[in-house]
């Protein structure tokens, strides 16, 4: 019913910048929360940014000034801009959607992630 698409990621030299989009497609939902996380190999998947329906966001401290969080209401997009690439960047990053469909129940959704690698 509710499907992630995720898009923008890439290769990039340490300092570049790359902007990625998750995208949610279907109806009669409501988007409640969301968050991007990476998953580099050989590690746990760790919560990077996240953002709620009031637009409060918050970051993991290592990429706190250099990465930021938003979303399009209009477009049901979350974003997530960064800036200052450094090489420990380097991991999947996935999307993830706490989704309502009227009531008081919540789902979350997950996007197929999308590879970033920061490297020289």
């Known amino acids: 019913q509710v499907q992630l698409v995720e898009s923008g990621g890439g290769l990039v030299q340490p300092g570049g910048s790359l902007r990625l989009a998750c995208a949610a497609s279907g109806r009669g939902f409501e988007i409640n929360a969301g968050g991007w996380y990476r998953q580099a190999p050989g590690k746990q998947r760790e919560l990077v940014a996240a953002i709620t329906s009031d637009g409060s966001t918050n970051y993991e401290n290592s990429v706190r000034g250099r990465f930021t969080i938003s979303w399009d209401n209009t477009k049901n997009t979350v974003y997530l801009q960064m800036n200052s690439l450094k090489p420990e960047d380097t991991a999947v990053y996935y999307c993830?959607?706490?989704?309502?469909?009227?009531?008081?129940?919540?789902?979350?959704?997950w996007g197929q992630g999308t590879q970033v690698t920061v490297t020289s």
């Open positions: 993830n959607l706490q989704i309502t469909f009227g009531g008081n129940n919540f789902y979350s959704y």
